[in-house]
């Protein structure tokens, strides 16, 4: 075999085995690299405890199956000017993890309805302050953290943690009667959306975020 072909094999080798998925006990580094509903845990690819699959307790699957991107399903739904999904989780959080920007009023008589949750108060919109949807909230994990938000537009801000966008209730005075919040939102102060350079005219803006 030529030098040439030799170099040209381990070239196709490299190629084919480089973009190979792992399953059970592989090795991985994010989510993407596991197989089927495995997640990357400590290195390695397994069963994921919070949607109960059982497949690294049984025989591994033989076909390699697409990994999905959210294994978030909805618990249930409301009927709260009209028909809406509730959420008990959101997607998984990452170094750029997708969301919907929305726009609230934290303070007193605004679309924010009760006070904050972190702190059981009020706040002026000229704080750089979020709201999470419920998932990513964490009972509270996050109140006080600060997250960088990136807009599309390249401009990044940081902000406060100091509220939950409910995802699993609604139409109450505490939620401003408003619907549940999807399960991927940022609900930014009008201090957000100034920073990004954002209209809040435009309701809803895709962005991405991370914990700082």
Request: with cysteine.
């Amino acid at each position: 075999m030529s030098n040439l072909a030799f170099l040209s094999l381990i070239f196709t080798i490299f190629i084919s085995t480089s973009n190979a998925i792992s399953q059970c006990n592989g090795p991985c580094k994010t989510w993407d690299d596991c197989d089927g509903q495995l997640i990357c845990i400590n290195g390695k690819c397994n069963d994921d405890p919070n949607v109960g699959t059982k497949i690294c307790k049984s025989s591994p699957p033989s076909v390699p199956s697409p990994t999905p991107t959210n294994t978030c399903r909805p618990s249930g739904t409301i009927n709260c000017n009209g028909v809406h999904p509730i959420y008990r989780c959101s997607p998984p959080v990452t170094s750029s993890t997708p969301a919907q920007l929305t726009f609230n009023d934290f303070s007193e008589g605004g679309d924010g309805g009760g006070p904050s949750s972190c702190d059981g108060k009020y706040h002026n919109n000229n704080e750089r302050i979020v709201a999470l949807s419920t998932g990513w909230f964490a009972g509270r994990s996050r109140c006080g953290k600060m997250i960088l938000i990136r807009a599309n537009n390249g401009k990044t801000v940081t902000a406060k943690v100091v509220d939950e966008c409910d995802s699993t209730m609604g139409c109450d005075a505490e939620h401003a009667f408003q619907s549940p919040c999807k399960n991927n939102i940022v609900d930014g102060s009008i201090a957000v959306w100034r920073a990004l350079g954002l209209n809040t005219d435009l309701g809803i803006v895709p962005v991405t975020w991370s914990m700082v």
